[in-house]
Antibody, heavy 122, light 111 residues
Framework: EVQLVESGGGLVQPGGSLRLSCAASGFTFSNYNMNWVRQAPGKGLEWVSYISSSSSTIYYADSVKGRFTISRDNAENSLYLQMNSLRAEDTAVYYC???????????????WGQGTLVTVSS | QSALTQPASVSGSPGQSITISCSGTSSDVGGDNYISWYQQHPGKAPKLMIYDVSNRPSGVSNRFSGSKSGNTASLTISGLQAEDEADYYCSSHTSSSTRGVFGGGTKLTVL
């Protein structure tokens, strides 16, 4: 069974930093592209970042570019999101979402974690 | 990157059919066939319902179908059931540097 479990959320002051983790199991993690998607309270989904299976290709939404860094450790079956210079508008539930298997073309997220809440407030 | 445009809400009675639209540009929805749809119940994670415009993942009811014409994609739910009441989001690959975008979401109410 595919499982994605996020952790690392919490309350942080504006300008602060936080590192989110996503532990993957039930599939060959190193074969899949991965993503972070967030959802502000009462709002819609926003794609945040993408990392390819080998970490060779990375993309960011304009809203987080230069502040967030996505990474992965295939040996540990883990995905990360380092968030710096946090702003109130970064307050959201952050989801880890599996993308496509490597070498396949497409854009969708077939498995999602339950999310971790990040609150940016003084 | 602006969000794709979806109606804020749609409604229908049990047994009826509804369609949710998702409008974009030639840089996203109209650019390729990488359109997907997600269902989200309150307090739950999103669930993939349609990928590559019209394909259903294993386990998703055939009451859900997708299509695309030009820069607009659509999700149709036939034979509405109470459990279909949820928020629905479209998503598209984009040719911009950011690569991905979601629609603003549509709240489906089953009357």
């Amino acid at each position: 069974e595919v499982q994605l479990v996020e952790s690392g959320g919490g309350l942080v002051q504006p300008g602060g930093s936080l590192r989110l983790s996503c532990a993957a199991s039930g599939f060959t993690f190193s074969n899949y592209n991965m993503n972070w998607v967030r959802q502000a309270p009462g709002k819609g989904l926003e794609w945040v970042s993408y990392i390819s299976s080998s970490s060779s290709t990375i993309y960011y939404a304009d809203s987080v570019k230069g502040r967030f860094t996505i990474s992965r450790d295939n040996a540990e079956n883990s995905l990360y999101l380092q968030m710096n210079s946090l702003r109130a508008e970064d307050t959201a539930v952050y989801y880890c979402a599996r993308g496509l298997v490597k070498y396949n073309s497409g854009w969708y997220f077939d498995y999602w974690g339950q999310g971790t809440l990040v609150t940016v407030s003084s | 990157q602006s969000a794709l445009t979806q109606p804020a809400s749609v409604s229908g009675s049990p047994g009826q059919s509804i369609t949710i639209s998702c409008s974009g540009t030639s840089s996203d929805v109209g650019g390729d066939n990488y359109i997907s749809w997600y269902q989200q119940h309150p307090g739950k994670a999103p669930k993939l319902m349609i990928y590559d415009v019209s394909n259903r993942p294993s386990g998703v009811s055939n009451r859900f179908s997708g299509s695309k014409s030009g820069n607009t994609a659509s999700l149709t739910i036939s034979g509405l059931q109470a459990e279909d009441e949820a928020d629905y989001y479209c998503s598209s690959h984009t040719s911009s540097s950011t690569r991905g975008v979601f629609g603003g979401g549509t709240k489906l109410t089953v009357l």
